[in-house]
């Protein structure tokens, strides 16, 4: 196997990746945001609460799922790109 097609190869399985992190964001996004995401007003937990907290938790781990699995997108389209040429 060549370097073009293990370069796109692996081009690939980060793209994929990628796409997959993304969707996991989501999933933590929308058990974070609850009926909020519905339209639907919800009373906010206390700041100090073990509620409050997890949630942020949550948040955090979207946000990092999402900023991630951007990178790896990225990476893998300019992987296969590169293998292409």
Do not use: H
């Not at 948040?59 to 799922?65: A, F, N, P, T, V």
């Amino acid at each position: 196997m060549d370097i073009s097609k293990l370069l796109t190869l692996f081009g690939n399985l980060l793209f994929a990746l990628g796409l997959l992190l993304m969707v996991y964001s989501y999933r933590y996004n929308s058990k974070v945001m609850g009926l909020g995401a519905l339209g639907i007003s919800t009373v906010a937990p206390n700041e100090d609460s073990p509620e409050w907290k997890a949630k942020g938790k949550m948040r955090r781990i979207s946000d990092i799922l999402f900023y991630v699995g951007i990178i790896l997108t990225f990476l893998g389209i300019i992987l296969q790109t590169i293998g292409v040429l």
